[in-house]
Nanobody
Framework: QVQLVESGGGLVQPGGSLRLSCAAS????????MGWYRQAPGKQRELVAA???????NYADSVKGRFTISRDNAKNTVYLQMNSLKSEDTAVYYC?????????WGQGIQVTVSS
């Protein structure tokens, strides 16, 4: 059984920062891609950022220059540092792991950017 536990969400003012974490545990083998998606009310889930096992990263245009994704392979953990947050970043954020044993999703964590 594989479990992904997300943490670090919450309420922040515009211009503020948050750091999301997602730790994977259980029978998971050869993690390839680790990523973050988000879904705002009334919108489809979209890719925010992803990082491969080789360290290559990919970002949505809307977050380039503001968000940074990183991973700790020893801990099976992926992070998302979010700076200069905007109201349009408000969404439920989900981590995703793609591995040889399957594709796994976290339960989602709320990020609200509001004054």
């Amino acid at each position: 059984q594989v479990q992904l536990v997300e943490s670090g969400g919450g309420l922040v003012q515009p211009g503020g920062s948050l750091r999301l974490s997602c730790a994977a545990s259980g029978s998971i083998f050869s993690i390839n891609v680790m990523g973050w998606y988000r879904q705002a009310p009334g919108k489809q889930r979209e890719l925010v950022a992803a990082v491969t096992s080789a360290g290559s990263t990919n970002y949505a245009d809307s977050v380039k220059g503001r968000f940074t994704i990183s991973r700790d392979n020893a801990k099976n953990t992926v992070y998302l540092q979010m700076n200069s947050l905007k109201s349009e970043d408000t969404a439920v954020y989900y981590c995703q792991i793609v591995s040889h044993s399957g594709v796994y999703w976290g339960q989602g964590i709320q990020v609200t950017v509001s004054s």
